[in-house]
Structure formats: structure tokens, C-alpha cells
T-cell receptor, first 112, second 115 residues
Framework: TQLLEQSPQFLSIQEGENLTVYCNSS?????LQWYRQEPGEGPVLLVT???GGEVKKLKRLTFQFGDARKDSSLHITAAQPGDTGLYLC???WGQGAQKLVFGQGTRLTINP | GAVVSQHPSRVICKSGTSVKIECRSL??????MFWYRQFPKQSLMLMAT?????????EQGVEKDKFLINHASLTLSTLTVTSAHPEDSSFYIC???????????FGQGTRLTVV
């Protein structure tokens, strides 16, 4: 059973379009992170959300943490080919010995 | 800041041999380090969580005697793949986390090929 359900897993859109990626769980997370990963490299941290209802913006990327801290979304406005990559949500979960677990990832392709 | 260095980036070894992968936090003290395995076109699968000075906590299905994890200091954790087999070939990634901070920072990953 996947602790974090990420959707869609694949998305291919045209340059200039908007898109939203979702990360959902039945569990409460103390924080959620969004990463972007290029082939053959480790994930690079984009943002961390900690407070329920929190919204953070990173240029054309908007991240939101659900009020109940069980879900998060990543919205990209006016997507560009340079946004192509694997986007991963990850959550810190557990009491005591905490784990950082990942969703399945969203492979995003922006076509020129 | 928050740089994690993983070494080697690529390694090829023969079946039956052991391979050690190092993960270092270069500019911060990592109270917790995580080791992941990633198959092609898939997400990261958590293998184990290690806290400095204590035994690693392995995820279900991960053989602790095969994947030996040592977190001897606040800046270094190692993963040793023992008696490697071709099915152990994969991309292994470590991440490091500071106490009291939610973010984890990742190494560059190690591409292991067992022939």
C-alpha cells in the first residue's frame, strides 16, 4: 500500500498550459516536501510545507498543503520545456523514528 | 549550504563481491540519513533509516544482512551491498536530514551494476 498517492503519474502538455499535480494520503504528515529529479541524479528540494493550509510560491510554481496536512498540490502556470522532469512529493511520517517516504512521482513533459 | 555528497557515482562489480557506498553531509550534521533504491522510471523506495550511533531501521522486505548500513558519525553513513547479484543492480540514493528540520537533502546517487 502506497502511503502517498501521487497523480497523475504521467503528464504531457504543450508549452504555455497550466497543470496541477496532486499528492494525497490518508495519513497526517508533519511536513511535505516537493522534489524534482533529473535522470541519473538525486532529487533536488523545491519546497517544504509544514502548516496546514500553507501556500508557497516559487516563480511559476505554487505549492499548497491541505488543511488537514494529508495532501498537497503543485500547480505550474504557463509551463515551459525547462519544467520537464520527474516531480516527487515526499512526507515525513511517523512518531519517534521518522521516515521520509515518497509518492510514485509525476513524469512531466512539456512540449514546445 | 546543505550539500550531500555520495560516492561513487557509478560502480561495476562482479557477482559475489561487496560494494560500499558512502554518503557524506558536507556542511551540516545529519542526525538521520535515509537510503533509497530507485528502479528505472519509478519513484524512490525507502530501504532503511539510520540515526547516528544507533542501528538502522530497515523497511519490510529489505534484508539487513545484505544491505549493511553504518552511521558512525554525524556526517557519514555507508551502505554496503554484500555478496552482490545482478538483481541488486539499481540506482541507490542517500539523503540526510538535520535534527529539528523537516527537509532532507539528497546525494547524487550511485548507479550499481553487478555483472
Amino acid at each position: 500500500t502506497q502511503l502517498l498517492e501521487q497523480s497523475p503519474q504521467f503528464l504531457s502538455i504543450q508549452e504555455g498550459e497550466n497543470l496541477t499535480v496532486y499528492c494525497n494520503s490518508s495519513s497526517v504528515f508533519s511536513s511535505l516536501q516537493w522534489y524534482r529529479q533529473e535522470p541519473g541524479e538525486g532529487p533536488v528540494l523545491l519546497v517544504t510545507v509544514v502548516t496546514g493550509g500553507e501556500v508557497k510560491k516559487l516563480k511559476r510554481l505554487t505549492f499548497q498543503f491541505g488543511d488537514a496536512r494529508k495532501d498537497s498540490s503543485l500547480h505550474i502556470t504557463a509551463a515551459q520545456p525547462g519544467d520537464t522532469g520527474l516531480y516527487l512529493c515526499a512526507g515525513v511520517w511517523g512518531q519517534g523514528a521518522q521516515k521520509l517516504v515518497f509518492g510514485q512521482g509525476t513524469r512531466l513533459t512539456i512540449n514546445p | 549550504g546543505a550539500v550531500v555528497s555520495q560516492h561513487p557515482s557509478r560502480v561495476i562489480c562482479k557477482s559475489g563481491t561487496s560494494v560500499k557506498i558512502e554518503c557524506r553531509s558536507l556542511d551540516f550534521q545529519a542526525t538521520t540519513m535515509f537510503w533509497y533504491r530507485q528502479f528505472p522510471k519509478q519513484s524512490l523506495m525507502l530501504m532503511a533509516t539510520s540515526n547516528e550511533g544507533s542501528k538502522a531501521t530497515y523497511e519490510q522486505g529489505v534484508e539487513k544482512d545484505k544491505f549493511l548500513i553504518n552511521h558512525a558519525s554525524l556526517t557519514l553513513s555507508t551502505l554496503t551491498v554484500t555478496s552482490a547479484h545482478p538483481e541488486d543492480s539499481s540506482f541507490y540514493i542517500c539523503s540526510a536530514k538535520r535534527g529539528g528540520h523537516p527537509e532532507a537533502f539528497f546525494g547524487q546517487g550511485t548507479r550499481l551494476t553487478v555483472v
